[in-house]
């Protein structure tokens, strides 16, 4: 599929979900000879153009060395699909069948994370629906998050994952920081295969929750 002078090839099915299906990509620029692996997510929706496009020019100027950067907004098979920065790496969802991690281990993970949020925070830009299925841990052991703000938008308003949703957001509120940090203690909770009822994160009261000011370094053996 061509688009002017830059090419896609389809590569590998890497996921999909509510939103589109992501692949691997060969991305070929025939005029300047650059090739470059990308990931490619085909939406599913065509009626909403003018929002993703908006979404788009949101997410393409959040930079994070712990977020998958947004590159570019292109047409494919006539449907909108989103170019992203390709991560070699497992999701944490992958990564909690893999291994057992320790103390230490979830610690740098969380920290990460924070790190994540606070980028995102800095731009305006909430995730909307943090999960062990969106983060992903590349082969140098940084923390990637995906998936950012689209579902805080009017285009996914409702869409969460229960089991790490905030109450506000199971209620039916939006997206907010208050909420991401919720999120972020309940993927804690989930590494860690136990409740942690002391987390500064998980405050019933949203006003309570906030960033914290430690970090740590580990890696997944």
């Not at 629906?129 to 140098?140: G, H, M, R």
């Not at 950012?148 to 039916?172: I, K, M, Y």
């Amino acid at each position: 599929m061509l688009w002017n002078s830059i090419g896609f090839e389809l590569l590998e099915l890497l996921g999909e979900g509510s939103q589109g299906s992501v692949y691997k990509a060969l991305r070929s620029d025939r005029s300047s000879g650059l090739r470059q692996i990308v990931a490619v997510k085909i939406l599913h929706s065509k009626t909403a153009v003018s929002l993703w496009r908006q979404e788009f020019e949101s997410l393409s100027r959040v930079r994070s060395n712990y977020c998958v950067q947004v590159l570019s907004f292109e047409w494919f098979k006539r449907r909108p699909a989103l170019i992203l920065e390709f991560v070699e790496g497992a999701s944490l969802a992958q990564l909690g069948q893999m291994c057992i991690l320790n103390d230490d281990e979830i610690y740098e993970i969380s920290a990460q994370l924070q790190s994540a949020l606070r980028d995102l925070h800095e731009h305006q830009v909430f995730h909307g629906d943090l999960s062990p299925q969106n983060v992903l841990v590349d082969t140098t052991g940084r923390v990637r998050v995906l998936d950012f703000g689209l579902a805080n938008s009017s285009l996914e308003h409702s869409r969460v994952t229960p089991r790490f949703a905030s109450p506000e957001r199971l209620a039916g509120g939006p997206s907010s920081l208050a909420a991401d940090l919720y999120s972020l203690g309940k993927v804690a909770e989930y590494l860690r295969g136990s409740e942690n009822a002391e987390s500064p994160y998980l405050h019933m009261d949203p006003n309570q929750r906030s960033f914290q000011d430690q970090i740590g370094r580990a890696s997944c053996r």
